[in-house]
């Protein structure tokens, strides 16, 4: 009886997931920030890591700076499902500063001086093409 009630859970809980997904991509795909933030963040929990890195991204593009601190954090450490790259980390970081905390700062000083000057001059760029909230 235990064990059907353990299978039972897991399935619930399988397809409450689905439900909440299906719902936040719904809404994600109006092309909302916080909305598209909200299912990067379930399919973080959830240990999807790619998936939520690309829909960090699109909710960066518009603006969305805790969005750019999230996809920030998991360009540069390079989680499962995400390449690693410290510079476009650092550039996402450094546009997310003064918005969400200063872990910019910290990156900046894992790079070298050439790095750096390019990490800010990435963020710049990404600035220009992101209208702010």
């Given at each position: 009886?235990?064990?059907?009630?353990?299978l039972?859970?897991?399935?619930?809980?399988?397809?409450a997931?689905?439900?909440?997904?299906?719902?936040?991509?719904?809404?994600?795909?109006?092309g909302k920030?916080?909305?598209?933030y909200?299912?990067a963040?379930?399919?973080?929990?959830?240990?999807?890591?790619?998936?939520?890195?690309?829909?960090?991204?699109?909710?960066?593009?518009?603006?969305?700076?805790?969005?750019?601190?999230?996809?920030?954090?998991?360009?540069?450490?390079?989680?499962?499902?995400?390449e690693?790259?410290?510079?476009?980390?650092?550039?996402?970081?450094y546009?997310?500063a003064?918005?969400?905390?200063?872990?910019?700062?910290?990156?900046?000083?894992?790079?070298?001086e050439?790095?750096?000057?390019?990490a800010?001059?990435?963020?710049?760029e990404?600035?220009?093409?992101?209208?702010k909230?």
């Amino acid at each position: 009886m235990k064990k059907y009630l353990i299978l039972f859970l897991v399935l619930f809980a399988g397809a409450a997931f689905s439900a909440d997904i299906a719902a936040l991509t719904k809404a994600a795909n109006t092309g909302k920030a916080d909305a598209q933030y909200e299912l990067a963040k379930a399919y973080l929990d959830e240990g999807e890591d790619g998936k939520a890195a690309e829909w960090f991204e699109k909710a960066a593009r518009q603006g969305h700076a805790q969005a750019q601190y999230e996809l920030g954090t998991l360009q540069f450490f390079g989680w499962d499902g995400v390449e690693g790259d410290k510079l476009k980390g650092c550039g996402w970081l450094y546009l997310a500063a003064g918005e969400v905390d200063s872990s910019e700062y910290l990156c900046l000083l894992q790079l070298s001086e050439k790095q750096k000057s390019d990490a800010i001059a990435l963020s710049k760029e990404l600035a220009k093409s992101i209208k702010k909230k």
